[in-house]
């Protein structure tokens, strides 16, 4: 397990339980609203950068992944997404996103669902994009998160990257993209054989380097292909 990885998730878990009151944060220039529990994006730079690097399908379909406070979510609905689909498995989590859309007058085009990866889904929803912001750090097989928080930081055994690269072709459209938030913190090389056992191929679209309270970090957005 990567040492480094898991004292910086750390670190950033514990400014995460500092937050015990709903409050608001400011993110790609507007207001957001924040439930405690509920992955706070102000306090990484990934959130921006993914949120910029995402290529939004204007008026095709999105589904998010872990949508935490739906600032992607919602920020694809706003850029001309319209339909968006994002699913957490935290109640908390899909109440914030909720809030989100309807502080935002997206509601209407944000369908919001609880749940494990694609279990809310039917065998029908199709996709022109999914994308997921990963709980990228790995953590030791069968160790249990004491919560959702900590489920949204640290992945046992890489099972939900193995569940998401299993299942997302099941929702995707022809020509559909399937795209990962991801980091140098993460295992890449384990990313890549999961990839290609459920045919796929990762491809680094875009990358930056950025300094952050748990040192330099290299921030990552993903696409996976078929081979």
């Given at each position: 397990?990567?040492?480094?990885?898991?004292?910086?998730?750390?670190?950033?878990?514990?400014?995460?339980r500092e937050i015990t009151l709903r409050q608001n944060f400011r993110l790609l220039g507007l207001d957001w609203d924040l439930l405690p529990g509920v992955y706070a994006p102000h306090l990484s730079q990934s959130s921006a950068l993914y949120a910029?690097?995402?290529?939004?399908?204007?008026?095709?379909?999105?589904?998010?992944?872990?949508?935490?406070t739906g600032y992607v979510a919602v920020t694809a609905a706003l850029r001309g997404c319209d339909a968006v689909t994002?699913?957490?498995?935290?109640?908390?989590?899909?109440?914030?996103?909720?809030?989100?859309a309807e502080r935002h007058g997206v509601a209407d085009?944000?369908?919001?669902a609880c749940g494990d990866m694609f279990s809310p889904l039917s065998a029908d929803d199709r996709f022109d994009?999914?994308?997921?912001?990963?709980?990228f750090v790995e953590a030791p097989s069968g160790e249990a998160a004491a919560d959702d928080l900590e489920r949204a930081f640290f992945d046992p055994g890489y099972t939900a990257h193995d569940a998401f690269l299993r299942d997302?072709?099941?929702?995707?459209?022809?020509?559909?993209?399937?795209?990962?938030g991801f980091t140098d913190l993460g295992n890449a090389a384990l990313i890549g054989e999961l990839a290609a056992r459920h045919g796929w191929r990762p491809a680094v679209l875009r990358a930056a380097g950025c300094a952050a309270p748990e040192?330099?970090?290299?921030?990552?957005?993903?696409e996976f292909l078929r081979d």
């Open positions: 397990m990567n040492t480094r990885a898991r004292q910086a998730a750390g670190s950033l878990l514990a400014r995460h910029e690097w995402i290529p939004y399908p204007v008026h095709g379909s999105l589904c998010e992944i872990g949508s935490g994002a699913i957490d498995m935290s109640r908390a989590a899909a109440d914030n996103t909720r809030l989100n085009r944000v369908r919001v994009l999914i994308y997921w912001n990963s709980n997302a072709g099941e929702h995707l459209n022809p020509g559909g993209r399937l795209m990962l040192g330099k970090i290299n921030y990552q957005l993903v």
